[in-house]
């Protein structure tokens, strides 16, 4: 199933070109009272909610994909946990250009750990990605995002997948030079999540993904999470090894290499092999 949020927060089952309007289905979701239970209450309430959108669907009305604007299928990650490191040729870029690697020691993504992106920068596609400081390399990473689906530490490799929801684009957009990652990658809308949330049930193996990422048509990026140092089970048993995961967390799972700069007025087209794939827009940013 491909879940979406759409315009005024929609909920949307997609369908080929189109949208399933299926907003009802959001009344499974408990009112919840103060304090509220960390996490994305949708993605807690997947099943139920799911279950309700597939009867609604039957009847549901039917918009074109290309008339709505689309968010993040996400609405509230308490994190979005990011792998800086995680392809070997993205290594190898980055040794080769100071530029990227900041001056770090950089052979292997535990040298770094993970590090967090503000959940304040996340936006879907239907959103231009706004560039600040211009003067700076402002380069995309097109990422698999992993989004998690109920409370999870200490997992193991073994038992990962139990904990993931299902599967998204992310974008990990990226101001280079020396400041800290949280700093320079937690920009307002440098974390783009989309086009949908695809459950985990239509993606076999989310450690043999093709995904790639063009900017104004041309390919910039095409590699293979099959070629990720640390694969899906792997980088959630890193990542609980030291952080509760709820449901809505989101795992940028690092980007393969082609990393490079864009532009106010660039396009920006992403894709991953039975994931989905999104254009977004680049602007400048105004105050
Ligand atoms: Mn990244």
């Not at 087209?269 to 254009?279: K, L, N, P, Q």
Request: charged share 25%; aromatic share 6%; with cysteine.
């Amino acid at each position: 199933m491909k879940l979406c949020r759409f315009d005024n927060d929609r909920l949307g089952l997609v369908e080929g070109d189109d949208v399933l309007d299926v907003s009802a289905a959001l009344d499974a979701i408990p009112v919840q009272r103060w304090p509220l239970a960390p996490g994305d209450p949708l993605v807690l309430n997947l099943e139920s909610v799911a279950g309700r959108a597939r009867t609604l669907a039957k009847t549901a009305p039917r918009r074109k994909l290309s008339s709505v604007t689309l968010k993040s299928p996400v609405a509230n990650p308490t994190k979005i946990v990011n792998a800086p490191i995680n392809y070997q040729k993205h290594i190898d870029e980055a040794k080769a250009d100071p530029k990227l690697g900041g001056g770090r020691k950089l052979d292997h993504i535990t040298d770094w750990g993970l590090f967090l992106k503000a959940t304040s920068a996340l936006i879907g596609p239907g959103e231009p990605i706004r560039l600040r400081m211009p003067e700076r390399r402002n380069d995309h990473e097109v990422e698999l995002a992993v989004v998690i689906g109920r409370e999870c530490r200490e997992a193991t490799v073994e038992n990962a997948l139990d904990f993931v929801a299902g599967y998204a684009i992310g974008l990990d957009m990226t101001i280079r030079g020396p400041e800290m990652p949280s700093w320079r990658k937690s920009v307002d809308t440098y974390a783009v999540c989309g086009p949908w949330l695809t459950t985990k049930d239509e993606v076999t193996d989310p450690n043999n993904l093709r995904l790639s990422l063009k900017v104004n048509g041309e390919t910039r990026q095409d590699s293979t999470t099959a070629k990720m140092v640390y694969n899906v089970h792997q980088l959630i048993a890193y990542a609980t090894s030291m952080y509760t995961l709820y449901p809505g967390d989101l795992i940028f799972s690092g980007t393969p290499e082609g990393v490079g700069p864009v532009k106010p007025g660039d396009t920006i087209s992403a894709e991953i092999e039975r994931v989905g794939g999104f254009d977004i827009r680049v602007e400048a940013f105004r105050g």
